[in-house]
């Protein structure tokens, strides 16, 4: 692709941004959505796309499955713009249909077949307002899969090398980098978080699948000391340990040592630590962050 014509690049990193803020909203309220539904239990969601994996089979089967073959298929087969936005609306309300019940399936995929569907929507869309040569059609697929990617997993790195690889060819290397970075830029405006790390932080925090954490349950923690942190060379009767907590042993090699008041914490050991289950990840930080504070610099920081 000319240089020349890299304005059409900027447009698409642009458009591929929003619709990945648009797919990360829709996502999330998907799940609110089935959490919302109190009469029906959650063992029963997945019925739900099953039912309508059914009706679209005989409706539009094109986006079922994973979606290597429509892909395959997006730049021969000469869909219209019309059958496109219809392949696009039906595979992205099923995504979130399918995901949102909680379903095995995950996003990796389809929200890649997403992304080639705007891909060659765009370049049909300029070929029919200015006349633009559509043989850049399978070009404009796989930036618009790699800007798409960046733009809902935050990524822009690994998305041009995965776009690169699943090609094997450096030859829209530079173009995928403008694309995503574009598509990186609008999400950073808008203050858009990762959507692994969404999802994980709703599972853990948010209690979206009926799990709170539990006082009578208990966890063993393994934290690592540091050298030159806070812990190294004193003795366990000396340190402030968090509360709710105890230390039940220390790994030091290949020995694992029972230890009392008098026992001293050389760095490189692993403090084996009984908590409550309710009460680990503030005990967790608490540790981790004095086992890896550097002695030297605490006074600076």
């Not at 000319?2 to 619709?19: E, H, K, N, R, T």
Request: charged residues 15%; glycine residues 10%; hydrophobic residues 45%.
């Amino acid at each position: 692709m000319p240089l020349s014509q890299y304005v059409y690049l900027i447009i698409l990193g642009v458009i591929v941004g929003f619709m990945g803020l648009l797919y990360n909203y829709l996502l999330f309220k998907s799940q609110d959505l089935y959490a919302g539904q109190k009469w029906l239990p959650v063992q029963a969601r997945p019925v739900i796309p099953f039912v309508v994996a059914g009706l679209l089979g005989l409706l539009l089967p094109e986006v079922l499955g994973g979606g290597n073959s429509l892909v395959n298929t997006l730049t021969t087969s000469g869909y219209t713009i019309t059958f496109l936005v219809i392949l696009f609306v039906g595979k992205l309300i099923f995504s979130m249909i399918s995901y949102g019940s909680s379903a095995p399936g995950g996003i990796f995929l389809p929200l890649l077949v997403l992304g080639a569907l705007v891909g060659v929507l765009y370049c049909k869309t300029l070929h029919g307002l200015l006349g633009y040569d559509e043989t850049y059609a399978g070009s404009f697929m796989v930036l618009a899969m790699a800007g798409y990617f960046t733009a809902i997993v935050k990524a822009p790195i690994t998305g041009i090398i995965l776009i690169t690889e699943m090609t094997g060819s450096f030859s829209n290397l530079l173009p995928t980098g403008v694309v995503c970075l574009t598509a990186y830029v609008i999400t950073e405006v808008f203050k858009s978080k990762p959507i692994y790390e969404s999802l994980l932080e709703r599972f853990l925090h948010k209690g979206s699948y009926g799990y709170k954490p539990k006082a009578k349950n208990k966890m063993l923690l393994e934290v690592a000391v540091h050298s030159g942190s806070a812990l190294e060379g004193k003795k366990v009767k000396e340190i402030q340990w968090p509360s709710h907590c105890l230390i039940v042993g220390i790994k030091r090699g290949a020995h694992e040592v029972i230890p009392n008041g008098g026992t001293v914490v050389y760095s490189g050991d692993y403090l084996m630590i009984l908590t409550n289950e309710d009460t680990a990840t503030h005990v967790r930080q608490s540790l981790t962050e004095v086992c890896e504070r550097c002695t030297a610099l605490s006074g600076t920081i």
